[in-house]
């Protein structure tokens, strides 16, 4: 498992860095986070199939997190997107949405499910769950939290000694449901150990809130927007935006293992500066770059 940035720039693209977006791969799941302007382009470039998006997470609608959403959706229906392509935004989405399409020509559509969501969790399937948590900016805004369920390994070792054979009563065992086998009673807790999923979780444009700290917590990777140094941090918090420093006292209040700074100013031609800052309080930060992958 692992994510790709495909536009790490603020309010304003340079020509290093693109548009907010950024890609989650699970399996053959993938969930892109925000789609800003020339998002479509970033996966042509870095070689990644458009028709691989199953879900898209919006995190607000401000013009840098969701321009290039028309042109993505334009391609995959030239393309034969032949499934249900599911976005999921905060209240007022479906709107947007709707007004988005009515805005184009659009020879070919996809089907699409919009859901507005609230806090908490609001997907699940048998291979991971997603979060909300509401943030401090100018629009409705949420943070995200991508969790993989917990899992069962078996314990091979086990299996051979006690003669299972691989078919349905593994299956059980790995569900976590005791089985009989040779009139005796195998306990699944016995016959594997349990691996606890992985979680990622993603900031958007946000003042410090206790909400991004509680959603965040115990992740395995955090990405955090982080538009500003401290030097300017008046700015930041009439934008209502996080600086450097905030977003890695977020991290480390969250207990979060690593973390890697995103959305940055045009004014930061290099972004050494904000990674430095964020190191004197969260030392094991980075700060993304364009087509940077990530693993978790």
């Not at 070919?108 to 507005?116: F, M, Q, T």
């Not at 700015?235 to 690593?258: G, V, W």
């Not at 940055?264 to 031609?269: D, E």
């Amino acid at each position: 498992m692992h994510i790709q940035f495909l536009g790490t720039s603020a309010m304003v693209p340079t020509a290093e860095r693109n548009h907010s977006s950024l890609l989650l791969f699970h399996e053959k799941d993938s969930i892109l986070f925000d789609c800003g302007e020339g998002t479509q382009k970033q996966m042509k470039i870095a070689g990644i199939d458009i028709n691989r998006i199953s879900r898209i997470l919006i995190s607000h609608w401000h013009g840098d997190h969701v321009l290039g959403l028309g042109g993505l959706l334009q391609t995959m229906a030239s393309q034969s997107y032949d499934r249900t392509l599911k976005i999921y935004g905060p209240k007022g989405s479906k709107s947007y949405i709707e007004n988005m399409l009515k805005s184009f020509a659009f020879d070919n559509k996809i089907d699409l499910e919009v859901n507005e969501i609230t806090e908490g969790r609001f997907y699940e399937n048998s291979d991971y769950y997603l979060e909300a948590a509401k943030l401090e900016h100018s629009v409705p805004t949420f943070a995200f939290a991508f969790v993989e369920q917990d899992r069962r390994k078996i314990d091979l070792d086990y299996i051979k000694k006690m003669g299972i054979p691989e078919g349905p009563l593994l299956g059980k065992l790995q569900q976590g449901e005791d089985i009989k086998f040779k009139g005796k009673t195998v306990k699944a807790d016995d016959a594997t150990t349990l691996v606890k999923g992985k979680k990622f979780c993603y900031i958007a444009d946000t003042l410090p809130c206790n909400s991004a700290v509680k959603l965040a917590k115990d992740s395995d990777l955090l990405v955090s927007e982080s538009t500003h140094a401290s030097n300017i941090e008046e700015k930041a918090e009439e934008f209502k935006h996080l600086t450097a420093r905030q977003a890695a006292t977020i991290a480390s209040q969250a207990n979060a293992k690593k973390l890697v700074l995103t959305h940055f100013s045009q004014r930061y031609k290099d972004t050494s500066e904000l990674e430095e800052e964020a190191k004197l309080v969260f030392p094991n930060t980075t700060c993304a770059k364009d087509f940077m992958k990530v693993k978790f």
